[in-house]
C-alpha cells in the first residue's frame, strides 16, 4: 500500500467512526429502523476530479433488501414508495430531510461529506465507472458501507468492491494546482486544511446530487420565509 493509500485508508476509518456512524445511529433510531446501505457514484467516473455522490437505502429488515430499495430509488420523481424496507414510505435521504429547518445539520445530510473534495479519495475506489448523469440510481450506484442497529448502538460492514484501487488517496489535480503540494495522485499533507479552500473551487461537480438538492431545497425554503415575514412586518 502506497503513502496515500495508507493515508486514504486511516482517513476514511476515522471518518467512518467519527461521521457516518453518528449519523445512522441517529436516524436509525429516530426512524425506528434496523439497518441502511450507503451507495456512491461518481459520474464520469473515469476521471479522478469528479465528485463522489451518496444515496442511502433505509431499512427495517436486519440487511436492507438492496433491490427493493433501489426499484424505489429508482422511481421518476425521487420519492418512490418501498412497501419492503419501510412499509410503504419513500426510500432515500428524504426521509430524513427536513426542508423547512433553519439549521444545515437538521437538513438531513451527512456533515463532513465533502462530494466535491474530501470524499473523492476516500470513496472514488467504490464507485462504478463510465457512469453519467442519466443514469439510473440502479445503474450509476453501488453499495458501499452497511450499517446495523443492534442493541442500540451502530455496527457497520465496508462491502463495497475495491474496483480502482489506484484511486484510493487521489487528490483532485485542480486542489494540487490551488495549494502547490505534490505530484496528481498525491496524498495531501497532514496537517493542510482543505475545508479552508475557497469555495468556488467546490462548484466543479458536472451534476447536483440528491444530497445537494436537499440541501438546496431548505435554503430556498428559508431564504423564502425571510422574504415573507419582512414583506408582512
Not at 34 to 42: D, E
Not at 90 to 111: C, R
Not at 124 to 142: G, K, N, P, T
Amino acid at each position: 500500500m502506497t503513502g496515500a493509500a495508507a493515508d486514504a485508508s486511516a482517513r476514511r476509518a476515522a471518518f467512518i467512526r467519527d461521521a457516518l456512524v453518528p449519523y445512522f445511529r441517529q436516524h436509525l433510531r429516530k426512524q425506528g429502523l434496523r439497518s441502511a446501505l450507503l451507495l456512491v457514484a461518481q459520474y464520469w467516473a473515469d476521471e479522478a476530479d469528479d465528485a463522489v455522490h451518496y444515496e442511502i437505502i433505509w431499512s427495517k429488515l436486519d440487511e436492507p433488501d438492496v433491490a427493493a430499495g433501489l426499484a424505489a430509488l429508482d422511481h421518476e420523481d425521487g420519492e418512490g414508495r418501498d412497501r419492503t424496507n419501510l412499509d410503504g414510505r419513500p426510500q432515500g435521504i428524504g426521509l430524513v430531510a427536513n426542508y423547512s429547518a433553519k439549521n444545515p445539520a437538521q437538513w438531513g445530510l451527512i456533515e463532513g461529506w465533502d462530494e466535491n473534495l474530501g470524499a473523492i479519495p476516500l470513496f472514488a475506489q467504490y464507485c462504478l465507472e463510465d457512469c453519467h448523469q442519466e443514469m439510473l440510481v440502479s445503474e450509476a450506484y453501488a453499495p458501499c458501507l452497511r450499517f446495523r442497529l443492534i442493541d442500540d448502538q451502530v455496527e457497520y460492514e465496508l462491502v463495497g468492491e475495491n474496483r480502482r484501487p489506484w484511486l484510493e488517496g487521489v487528490v483532485p489535480t485542480w486542489a494540487q494546482e490551488h495549494e502547490g503540494d505534490g505530484e496528481p495522485g498525491g496524498a495531501p499533507s497532514g496537517d493542510d486544511d482543505r475545508s479552508e479552500l475557497p469555495r468556488a473551487h467546490l462548484q466543479s461537480s458536472r451534476t447536483v446530487s440528491p444530497a445537494a438538492r436537499i440541501g438546496l431545497a431548505a435554503a430556498l425554503a428559508v431564504a423564502i420565509a425571510l422574504l415573507i415575514r419582512a414583506c408582512a412586518g
